[in-house]
């Protein structure tokens, strides 16, 4: 059983130091200076959102305009052998009338890579400290490179003020035995921590998983991979801890130099001391495409979830993301993130069961007054039917205007 409470400042306390550690070695060795390279990036704009906190009651909806300054610094090393990742983030939103939908969020994202002659370890290590009306939310997010990036852990529960504090560890280790296999092991480790105010309706927990990976190659374009994986979910909501674990096979396929499909199913076991066990299929597809003018991934997912919601259930989703470069001037994205909730795995009687049904859309246009100076406007769309225990269907309408300024960043589709 975890401690209910909310401590970031001691935590970001933390990372500011690492950061100012970090980048002293860096820039105290000249030579390694050469090999570093920051991208500040400032953004100043404008939200409205015509249901801010999804909520189902149309007589009870918020809807909310406001400011809101984005500031984030990302920190990059390169070497032959080794990359090194980190950019802290400030995102504060002010709304009218002092709201209580107004925050100030924080964020850090880093990860790491060592390459050796036939080891490579790395890591991605994460942090958020940011309102959970808006953490809680499942946002399309264009910006991201690779699709499993994406964290499936949004509960849809954003009708309650307060924040949470989300810690994401991600370690790997991967060994060439020869030109054609490797193995790898890797651990994804959340922890997940709330306001007391959302006492009965979110809920402290942890996720761990072990994956243990074995790839080799088929041909010069693909590869065939068997992974076994372990499963560890401790939410403050149940007695007991609930395990999982499970077996799957895939393949990497280049259809080209700029297109890979990558495709896995499997069977997952989730195991729990009071419930007995449930066995279930898993999967994913997923589709990357590049070109210089146009960036484009799909991703389908079948996989057990875990929440804030304290419920362990099945859940398939679908996550596209397309970018392209209309002319030296203007750019347009679009994103879709959607989700189907199905059966709980754990206890039924522990907390409301709930088929969630979320849709969101997201179109995107920006426009590069010069290299340095950018205009991006944002409007999503989103559906969220929570079912009939917890009020119905909700959608909302937002819309954001950046002013962004990115002195050294190389503009992207």
């Known amino acids: 059983m975890k401690n209910n409470s909310l401590v970031p400042l001691p935590r970001l306390s ?3 130091a690492l950061c100012t550690v970090i980048l002293t070695i860096a820039w105290a060795n000249s030579a390694l200076a ?3 390279r920051s991208e500040p990036v400032f953004k100043v704009g404008g939200e409205y959102d015509d249901n801010a906190e999804l909520d189902p009651r149309t007589d009870e909806e918020v809807d909310e305009t406001g400011f809101l300054l984005d500031a984030r610094a990302g920190i990059n090393y390169a070497s032959p052998s080794t990359s090194f990742f980190v950019q802290p983030r400030v995102l504060i939103r002010k709304y009218n009338d002092d709201s209580v939908d107004d925050s100030n969020d924080y964020f850090l ?6 390459q050796g002659k036939l080891n490579t370890f790395g890591f991605l290590a994460n942090f958020d400290h940011q309102s959970a009306r808006t953490g809680e939310r499942s946002d399309s997010d264009l910006e991201i490179e690779d699709p499993d990036e994406i964290t499936d852990d949004g509960s849809g529960r954003t009708l309650a003020q307060g924040d949470r504090s989300k810690w994401r560890f991600a370690p790997y280790w991967q060994y060439q035995f020869s030109q054609l296999s ?6 994804d480790y959340f922890d997940t921590q709330y306001d007391d105010v959302f006492a009965g309706r979110l809920f402290d927990y942890s996720d761990t998983r ?5 790839q080799r190659s088929l041909s010069n374009v693909t590869t ?5 994986t372990g499963r560890r979910y401790d939410s403050d909501e149940l007695i007991d801890d609930i395990d999982g674990y499970g077996i799957r096979a895939g393949i990497e396929h280049a259809l080209s130099q700029k297109t890979r499909f990558t495709a896995a199913i499997g069977v997952e076991n989730t195991d729990r001391l009071d419930t007995g066990s449930d066995s279930d299929v898993v999967g994913s597809a997923t589709l990357t495409h590049n070109l210089e003018t146009i960036r484009l991934w799909a991703r389908y997912q079948r996989s057990i979830n875990a929440s804030g919601s304290g419920i362990v259930s099945v859940r398939d989703s679908f996550n596209l993301g397309f970018r392209r470069r209309l002319s030296e001037k203007l750019s347009a994205g679009l994103g879709v993130y959607a989700y189907k909730q199905g059966e709980t795995i754990d206890d039924p009687s522990s907390v409301e069961d709930t088929d969630d049904d979320y849709v969101q859309l997201q179109s995107s246009f920006v426009w590069y007054l010069s290299r340095s100076f950018v205009i991006e406007a944002d409007y999503r769309y989103t559906i969220l039917d929570r079912g009939d225990d917890f009020g119905g269907r909700a959608n909302s309408n937002r ?15």
Request: proline share 5%; hydrophobic share 45%.
């Open 14 to 16: 933390v990372i500011s």
């Open 34 to 36: 050469q090999q570093w």
């Open 109 to 114: 994202r880093s990860n790491f890579r060592r």
């Open 182 to 187: 490797s193995i790898r092991a890797d651990i």
């Open 210 to 214: 072990l994956n243990l990976t074995y």
């Open 224 to 228: 065939g991979l068997i992974s076994l």
């Open 399 to 413: 819309l954001n205007l950046w002013f962004i300024y990115q002195p050294k960043t190389i503009p992207k589709l």
